[in-house]
């Protein structure tokens, strides 16, 4: 646990694998998560290096799972989740899987076209069907010659050109969208001479791509000529109509309609079969398939780790580099022991020494990573910095509820953060893919601590969804006030509004022992009062957590050996913040101990002798508050300035005379003499560690070339400047800022107040009889519990959290905290395996 305040000690270690063993050496290695590779191949492009074929070979199989794994979802099946680890493949079974893979792919394709064909094939043979049983026939003139109607002319024609002409037909099936426009072009192509009939389906075909149910318009085409039959039937070509051949007899007909049924019937036998087989093809793949994911991505992620290794001028072994925290080198060494012992040759690790600036690791768990998370959001903690993690699991929930105090509300959020601890292991709950669901989840401890706190501060503001409670009894005696003051009746109805005097005796009695008194939520004053107590609340809370913050530096000059830092930066800092705002804070617990309710109307003004105090002049009607007041004042603004120019001129002129004193061409962040933990990784001596980073006004050469880097005091100079400036007038500034605690806690209370005040309490005085209220107080409830929810929980509550990290990202962690590291990011399999 300790490391969660300031991270791991992290090394950089040279690797030796046996080219042999080195496949089974790293892929150990991804099983543990150990370190992190470097790559010392940055300049070879990724189609030279070494392993390039193996990736290859690994992406074409991945393609290759995705054309399976698409075809299951086409199937409406789903692909279970591997159980247990699976290790990474060996190399000869690659050749395996690839050709397993491959002989399932293609039975799918193969399959799957049969499929296709025979379903089209289906498809014909029903719109033929359905054209032919539509009801569609010849004209009567056609199909019976040799009756008569009353458009038969008496007198046959004496012969001529035409006097062979026989109808015929064009039978066939057209999308309902595009029927009408057939129709008319037809008409109007042929200028009539054709007799066209359009039928829609009686029942819906199922389409052989979609497998979806669509209608078809079935037509009937007569006409007579040979030009007219090719423009008919180019028109129909057009329209990407189905043409089916038409017999002229009914017997015909009925003859091909029931081959055509026979045909379905053997082709729907055939379509089942082909199902069955691909339902066990898929089957297969289903079993086989989520293993050999994992292990293709583990084999893949192993031979892209293996491209960041140099090969050995020998070629008998494989370098690598990677960054390994100090207590897992144990770990290592067996790891690659036990990976390499069959081969004969061992794998070697030892530590090298490193000017980069190792990345920061610090190991979390449930409860932990969400107040982590926050802190990253920020900037990743530099190399053994402290951590602020720690210290926000107190300091966030705690502000949170400073602003969104209420025992009902905080109590409400408690419990939903204590449903998702308790379900945190089902698989249902953790498995979810809703990503406001995930937010909340993944902060749920923190949730938790927050509406912990909520129901704390509730209890002290006495407030449970904007009504007080009577725990212990008043303080304050309302008969003796009656008593002493002589209230009749005829007083009592000229003032409705009645004081009470805490200088009469026995009016006052005690303080309440928790929280503000309830009779506070009864006087007309109770938000005067609240104001006055929750501003220097909110004062005192800012000035308190600043400190706070200054004093956690020195965990940092101190660890990073960088002791003139306390003299020049951290004293003058803690001076000027608490010479000027921790003297505020002074003054007014001062003014609470001293000033009594005797002398109440003679109190001094707080906010004027504050003013007075950086004018250097004193107000005649404010009396001060204690002897010497003005000359303690005085030292204190005299003292706080002078404070500025030792922040803007030591750094650097320290920095300077050090350089000019050592003689040294290069920054003084390079490892010095007398600072052993600014010195590199010594591989002999396990204790020592890279801790030579100090502020970036040190860094005033190239990072790139420290030896060579020249020492340039104007750099330094405006960087150091940057930072007084910000220093100073940031505790100005973040001092007001913390009066958002102040300003948002008000804000929840009115809130809560007139939630009540327009719901609660107008449905609890709509009616007086058993029946009427229960009949108006469900809906009513349920309107205010949907409100409270909707309002004072999720927008107020993100409103809180919002403003909770704002105090923490710029007027707690600048004062120790830069974020300018970068996470370890260990080469591990875990991802795959979940």
Same mark, same amino acid.
């Not at 029931?258 to 079969?273: A, D, K």
């Not at 000359?631 to 050090?658: D, E, F």
């Not at 600014?678 to 420290?706: I, Y």
């Given at each position: 646990? *300790?490391?969660?305040?300031?991270?791991?000690?992290?090394?950089?270690?040279?690797?030796?694998?046996?080219?042999?063993?080195?496949?089974?050496?790293?892929?150990?290695?991804?099983?543990?998560?150990?370190?992190?590779?470097?790559?010392?191949?940055?300049?070879?492009?990724?189609?030279?290096?070494?392993?390039?074929?193996?990736?290859?070979?690994?992406?074409?199989?991945?393609?290759?799972?995705?054309?399976?794994?698409?075809? %299951?979802?086409?199937?409406?099946?789903?692909?279970?989740?591997?159980?247990?680890?699976? $290790?990474?493949?060996?190399?000869?079974?690659?050749?395996?899987?690839?050709?397993?893979?491959?002989?399932?792919?293609?039975?799918?394709?193969?399959?799957?076209?049969?499929?296709?064909?025979?379903?089209?094939?289906?498809?014909?043979?029903?719109?033929?069907?359905?054209?032919?049983?539509?009801?569609?026939?010849?004209?009567?003139?056609?199909?019976?010659?040799?009756?008569?109607?009353?458009?038969? $002319?008496?007198?046959? $024609?004496?012969?001529?050109?035409?006097?062979?002409?026989?109808?015929?037909?064009?039978?066939?099936? %057209?999308?309902?969208?595009?029927?009408?426009?057939?129709?008319?072009?037809?008409?109007?192509?042929?200028?009539?001479?054709?007799?066209?009939?359009?039928?829609?389906?009686? @029942?819906?075909?199922?389409?052989?791509?979609?497998?979806?149910?669509?209608?078809?318009?079935?037509?009937?085409?007569?006409?007579?000529?040979?030009?007219?039959?090719?423009?008919?039937?180019?028109? +129909?070509?057009?329209?990407?109509?189905?043409?089916?051949?038409?017999?002229?007899?009914?017997?015909?007909?009925?003859?091909?309609?029931?081959?055509? @049924?026979?045909?379905?019937?053997?082709?729907?036998?055939?379509?089942?079969?082909?199902?069955?087989?691909?339902?066990?093809?898929?089957?297969?793949?289903?079993?086989?398939?989520?293993?050999?994911?994992?292990?293709?991505?583990?084999?893949?992620?192993?031979?892209?780790?293996?491209?960041?290794?140099?090969?050995?001028?020998?070629?008998?072994?494989?370098?690598?580099?990677?960054?390994?925290? +100090?207590?897992?080198?144990?770990?290592?060494?067996?790891?690659?022991? /036990?990976?390499?012992?069959?081969?004969?040759?061992? =794998?070697?690790?030892?530590?090298?020494?490193?000017?980069?600036?190792?990345?920061?690791?610090?190991?979390?768990?449930?409860?932990?990573?969400?107040?982590?998370?926050?802190?990253?959001?920020?900037?990743?903690?530099?190399?053994?910095?402290?951590?602020?993690?720690?210290?926000?699991?107190?300091?966030?929930?705690?502000?949170?509820?400073?602003?969104?105090?209420?025992?009902?509300?905080?109590?409400?959020?408690?419990?939903?953060?204590?449903?998702?601890?308790?379900? /945190?292991?089902?698989?249902?709950?953790? *498995?979810?893919?809703?990503?406001?669901?995930? +937010?909340?989840?993944?902060?749920?401890?923190?949730?938790?601590?927050?509406?912990?706190?909520?129901?704390?501060?509730?209890?002290?503001?006495?407030?449970?969804?904007?009504?007080?409670?009577?725990?212990?009894?008043?303080?304050?005696?309302?008969?003796?006030?009656?008593?002493?003051?002589?209230?009749?009746?005829?007083?009592?109805?000229?003032?409705?509004?009645?004081?009470?005097?805490?200088?009469?005796?026995?009016?006052?009695?005690?303080?309440?022992?928790? *929280?503000?008194?309830?009779?506070?939520?009864?006087?007309?004053?109770?938000?005067?009062?609240?104001?006055?107590?929750?501003?220097?609340?909110?004062?005192?809370?800012?000035?308190?957590?600043?400190?706070?913050?200054?004093?956690?530096?020195?965990? #940092?000059?101190?660890?990073?050996?960088?002791?003139?830092?306390?003299?020049?930066?951290?004293?003058?800092?803690?001076?000027?913040?608490?010479?000027?705002?921790?003297?505020?804070?002074?003054?007014?617990?001062?003014?609470?101990?001293?000033?009594?309710?005797?002398?109440?109307?003679?109190? $001094?003004?707080?906010?004027?002798?504050?003013?007075?105090?950086?004018?250097?002049?004193?107000?005649?009607?404010?009396?001060?508050?204690?002897?010497?007041?003005?000359?303690?004042?005085?030292?204190?603004?005299?003292?706080?300035?002078?404070?500025?120019?030792?922040?803007?001129?030591?750094?650097?002129?320290?920095?300077?005379?050090?350089?000019?004193?050592?003689?040294?061409?290069?920054?003084?962040?390079?490892?010095?003499?007398?600072?052993?933990?600014?010195?590199?990784?010594?591989?002999?001596?396990?204790?020592?560690?890279? #801790?030579?980073?100090?502020?970036?006004?040190?860094?005033?050469?190239?990072?790139?070339?420290?030896?060579?880097?020249?020492?340039?005091?104007?750099?330094?100079?405006?960087?150091?400047?940057?930072?007084?400036?910000?220093?100073?007038?940031?505790?100005?500034?973040?001092?007001?800022?913390?009066?958002?605690?102040?300003?948002?806690?008000?804000?929840? =209370?009115?809130?809560?107040?007139?939630?009540?005040?327009?719901?609660?309490?107008? *449905?609890?005085?709509?009616?007086?009889?058993?029946?009427?209220?229960?009949?108006?107080?469900?809906?009513?409830?349920?309107?205010?519990?949907?409100?409270?929810?909707?309002?004072?929980?999720?927008?107020?509550?993100?409103?809180?959290?919002?403003?909770?990290?704002?105090?923490?990202?710029? /007027?707690?962690?600048?004062?120790?905290?830069?974020? +300018?590291?970068?996470?370890?990011?260990?080469?591990?399999?875990?991802?795959?395996?979940?």
């Amino acid at each position: 646990m *300790g490391a969660m305040f300031r991270g791991e000690e992290v090394v950089l270690a040279q690797l030796f694998l046996p080219t042999a063993a080195a496949y089974n050496c790293v892929s150990q290695l991804g099983e543990l998560g150990l370190v992190e590779f470097r790559d010392l191949n940055a300049s070879v492009s990724a189609f030279q290096r070494r392993f390039v074929v193996d990736v290859r070979r690994c992406e074409e199989l991945e393609k290759t799972f995705t054309f399976l794994q698409e075809e %299951v979802r086409r199937a409406g099946l789903v692909l279970p989740v591997p159980e247990g680890r699976l $290790p990474a493949p060996q190399p000869r079974d690659l050749l395996r899987i690839q050709e397993e893979t491959e002989r399932l792919a293609q039975e799918l394709r193969d399959v799957r076209g049969n499929q296709q064909a025979l379903r089209a094939q289906l498809h014909q043979l029903q719109l033929h069907a359905a054209v032919l049983g539509q009801g569609h026939g010849p004209p009567v003139e056609a199909a019976h010659p040799d009756l008569l109607s009353e458009r038969t $002319p008496l007198l046959q $024609p004496s012969g001529g050109p035409h006097q062979d002409l026989r109808v015929n037909f064009v039978a066939g099936a %057209v999308e309902p969208h595009k029927a009408a426009a057939l129709e008319r072009l037809l008409w109007r192509a042929c200028r009539g001479f054709l007799i066209a009939s359009f039928l829609e389906t009686e @029942q819906p075909l199922e389409d052989p791509v979609t497998r979806e149910p669509a209608t078809w318009m079935t037509f009937l085409i007569s006409y007579w000529g040979e030009q007219i039959g090719q423009k008919v039937r180019k028109i +129909t070509d057009c329209f990407h109509c189905h043409v089916f051949p038409f017999e002229d007899q009914e017997e015909a007909r009925h003859g091909v309609l029931q081959q055509l @049924q026979q045909q379905s019937q053997e082709l729907r036998e055939v379509l089942g079969e082909t199902e069955r087989f691909l339902s066990q093809v898929l089957g297969r793949v289903q079993r086989l398939l989520p293993s050999w994911q994992v292990q293709i991505h583990k084999m893949k992620a192993v031979y892209l780790a293996l491209n960041q290794c140099s090969v050995s001028a020998t070629h008998k072994c494989l370098i690598a580099e990677a960054w390994c925290p +100090t207590s897992d080198l144990p770990a290592l060494q067996q790891a690659l022991q /036990e990976s390499s012992s069959e081969v004969g040759v061992s =794998a070697v690790v030892h530590r090298i020494p490193c000017r980069d600036m190792p990345p920061t690791l610090i190991r979390t768990n449930r409860f932990t990573a969400s107040f982590q998370g926050i802190v990253d959001a920020y900037g990743v903690g530099r190399y053994l910095e402290v951590n602020p993690a720690p210290y926000t699991i107190i300091t966030f929930p705690f502000l949170f509820a400073v602003m969104f105090g209420d025992v009902g509300h905080g109590l409400l959020l408690f419990l939903f953060a204590l449903a998702m601890v308790l379900a /945190e292991d089902q698989p249902a709950v953790k *498995g979810a893919q809703n990503e406001v669901w995930r +937010t909340f989840f993944g902060g749920r401890y923190l949730l938790l601590l927050m509406g912990l706190f909520s129901i704390y501060t509730g209890f002290i503001y006495n407030e449970c969804f904007s009504r007080a409670a009577t725990i212990f009894p008043s303080g304050w005696s309302v008969a003796a006030m009656a008593n002493q003051s002589g209230w009749s009746d005829a007083f009592l109805a000229q003032h409705p509004m009645l004081t009470l005097d805490p200088n009469v005796t026995g009016v006052f009695l005690r303080p309440y022992p928790f *929280g503000i008194d309830p009779i506070w939520s009864l006087a007309t004053n109770h938000l005067s009062f609240l104001n006055s107590f929750k501003m220097k609340m909110s004062v005192i809370l800012g000035v308190i957590h600043m400190a706070f913050g200054v004093v956690l530096g020195v965990f #940092n000059h101190v660890h990073f050996g960088q002791h003139h830092r306390l003299l020049l930066e951290f004293l003058p800092q803690l001076t000027f913040l608490l010479g000027l705002f921790g003297y505020l804070v002074f003054m007014v617990v001062y003014k609470w101990l001293r000033v009594s309710a005797a002398g109440a109307a003679e109190a $001094p003004s707080i906010l004027i002798h504050f003013i007075n105090m950086f004018l250097f002049s004193r107000s005649p009607t404010n009396r001060p508050l204690y002897r010497g007041q003005e000359m303690v004042q005085s030292t204190l603004v005299v003292l706080a300035l002078a404070m500025v120019p030792i922040l803007l001129l030591g750094t650097p002129l320290y920095l300077r005379w050090q350089h000019r004193r050592h003689h040294l061409p290069r920054t003084p962040s390079g490892p010095q003499p007398d600072e052993d933990k600014a010195g590199f990784l010594n591989s002999q001596d396990g204790n020592t560690s890279v #801790n030579g980073w100090g502020s970036d006004e040190e860094k005033a050469g190239p990072p790139g070339d420290e030896e060579q880097a020249e020492f340039v005091f104007s750099e330094v100079f405006m960087h150091q400047a940057i930072h007084t400036i910000e220093f100073c007038l940031g505790c100005i500034s973040n001092t007001a800022s913390y009066l958002r605690l102040w300003a948002l806690s008000l804000a929840h =209370a009115q809130l809560s107040e007139v939630l009540w005040a327009m719901v609660m309490h107008v *449905g609890l005085s709509m009616g007086r009889e058993v029946g009427v209220a229960a009949a108006v107080l469900v809906p009513v409830f349920a309107a205010f519990a949907t409100l409270t929810v909707a309002i004072l929980l999720v927008m107020e509550g993100l409103s809180a959290f919002l403003h909770a990290l704002r105090l923490h990202w710029v /007027e707690f962690q600048n004062k120790f905290y830069s974020g +300018t590291g970068y996470k370890l990011s260990p080469f591990t399999f875990a991802v795959e395996d979940q």
